[in-house]
């Protein structure tokens, strides 16, 4: 027949295709194109083709049962899921009477002459190509052998000590004697926890400011923007009126802002004007009485704003009643506003009237005594952008609660861009890391290391990505160079491709997405964590 294919033609054809496609997959970049910020596109090598070897995951079954009780999950930061509301009602609080702090809504430098600063507490493929992944409560498909599942309760058995600079080892002893005062009733005190995506929605620093405050004393949900990206805690539904704005230095296309004044929580949120210059706008805060006892405390509320150009009135209101209200001068500093809350855990409104702009740098509800506990995620981030913050708002928000420790937890977005040498991110990170100690003359900080990440290999298999210990190992050198301690993620979670037991962990410890915790898994970072930090506290202890 005339159309009859010649199966030697069709055997060339294919060895043709087979041909070209080995020749793209030697020449491919193995981190593969970035197309956009959303995507990029991976092609498989040879080796990966015609592998036989079935990755071998990490035995993590030596760390032991230490999950808190199961209650502790339901209705707060800990569900069972791996998105919850980012809002909460809390229950009990002091029945103090309608007063302001005599600094409110005055330049920081007057303010605090007045205020008892000490009484602030402070290649399974990423869904994203620049690190962030979605977070998804789906369980992966198993691949044809199953991963040894994480212990869950054996984890929790080993502490993974903190790692400090050779000839440096009290590089934390400003902030231990910090912490026994605040646990001795001496005052207050605060902890900010960095990081990227790993630590939004108050995982992981959840259940370490759960066990800092159940020994140091101290509640509340802590600092938080007016607007975030991502629901920020379990305790407190914040809503908003008006039109608000957020700026961060991660937004490029609003870098040409005349100036970079970020904050603590390295964003603001903007009230800006509607029609003909005037501004009005609230925001709410509505407790849904999930999440730990103690994140539903609310004792006193701050807010930080300033560097307005017109006057503004402010109010405080608990539900229909007007609690109070003052008047926010034109200024070009830092002011805060600071009330003790009468009706405890309720539901209050801060309403603001005036023209032009009015920058909003942090919210913040705490108690008075303690240890107060941040969680300020920057999603996308490397922790490479405190530097682009200037430096008054920073440092004058540190001095005035009282911040004496720094943790950040940055890594999985530079993971996706593959390179045997990280020297330039290890330079890069410490210049955030002396930056950020320049703030305050005796802040002490903690870096943590990259957590472990797969990536898919054939066969439905997950292997750590192979630039995780050179991260790691950068980060460590950065911590060690500036100064600061280190904290090992990637060997406490059990080193190489010990992410699919985590996911494989019954209940699950980490997300199908094999690079987040689930809110489980977080808790128990969490808790490791802490074991560190007081394996460190207790031996200050000891020698003072």
């Known amino acids: 027949m005339k159309n009859q294919v010649n199966p030697l033609t069709v055997l060339l054809f294919i060895s043709a295709v087979f041909i070209v496609l080995a020749a793209v997959s030697l020449f491919f970049p193995p981190e593969g194109i970035k197309i956009s910020d959303d995507f990029r596109f991976r092609f498989p090598n040879l080796e990966s083709v015609l592998q036989t070897d079935i990755p071998e995951y990490a035995d993590i079954s030596h760390l032991t049962e230490r999950y808190r009780p199961d209650e502790e999950f339901a209705g707060g930061e800990w569900t069972g899921r791996d998105t919850v509301v980012d809002t909460v009602r809390d229950t009990a609080g002091p029945d103090a009477g309608p007063e302001m702090d005599e600094g409110l809504l005055q330049p920081a430098s007057e303010a605090e002459k007045k205020a008892e600063v000490n009484d602030v507490t402070g290649d399974g493929r990423p869904a994203s190509a620049n690190g962030e992944h979605a977070m998804t409560d789906t369980e992966p498909a198993p691949p044809g052998e199953e991963p040894v599942p994480a212990d869950e309760g054996r984890l929790r058995e080993v502490i993974f000590p903190l790692e400090l600079p050779d000839g440096e080892i009290k590089v934390l002893d400003p902030f231990f004697s910090h912490l026994h005062n605040a646990g001795e009733g001496g005052g207050a005190m605060r902890i900010i926890h960095y990081g990227d995506s790993q630590i939004e929605n108050n995982r992981i620093t959840s259940a370490l400011r759960n066990r800092m405050q159940a020994r140091f004393g101290g509640g509340g949900t802590g600092m938080f923007p007016v607007i975030s990206p991502a629901p920020h805690n379990a305790s407190v539904r914040v809503m908003t009126g008006g039109n608000w704005v957020r700026y961060t230095p991660l937004e490029r296309a609003r870098e040409s802002r005349e100036d970079f004044r970020y904050g603590l929580l390295m964003s603001f949120c903007s009230l800006e004007p509607v029609t003909g210059g005037n501004t009005e706008g609230a925001f709410t805060l509505r407790p849904t009485g999930l999440g730990p006892a103690r994140s539903r405390e609310m004792e006193m509320l701050t807010v930080f704003t300033g560097f307005n150009s017109s006057p503004f009135t402010v109010e405080l209101l ?29 539901e209050y409104t801060v309403r603001f009237a005036g023209r032009g702009s009015l920058p909003v740098f942090s919210v913040s509800v705490d108690n008075y005594l303690g240890v107060g506990i941040d969680n300020v995620p920057m999603r996308g981030s490397s922790g490479l952008e405190f530097s682009r913050s200037s430096r008054e708002p920073m440092a004058k928000m540190m001095e005035l609660l009282n911040v004496r420790l720094l943790i950040l937890q940055f890594g999985v977005n530079v993971v996706p861009d593959i390179a045997d040498d990280y020297t330039w991110y290890e330079n890069s990170l410490v210049r955030q890391l002396n930056y950020l100690k320049s703030l305050s003359h005796d802040i002490s900080i903690i870096v943590i290391g990259v957590s472990d990440m797969s990536l898919t290999r054939p066969g439905g298999y997950y292997e750590s990505f192979p630039n995780i210990g050179l991260i790691r190992d950068a980060q460590r050198r950065a911590a060690f160079r500036s100064g600061a301690a280190f904290w090992d993620l990637y060997g406490a979670m059990g080193g190489r491709n010990s992410m699919p037991s985590w996911v494989n962990a019954d209940p699950p410890l980490g997300q199908a997405d094999h690079v987040h915790f689930t809110f489980r898994g977080s808790a128990l970072i969490g808790d490791l964590l802490y074991d560190a930090i007081m394996q460190g506290y207790e031996r200050w202890l000891e020698s003072n």
């Not at 608990?318 to 809350?341: K, M, N, T, Y």
């Open 318 to 346: 608990s539900g229909e009643q007007r609690i109070d209200a003052d008047l926010i001068f034109p200024s070009d500093s830092l002011v805060f506003a600071r009330w003790l809350l009468p009706n405890g855990s309720a």
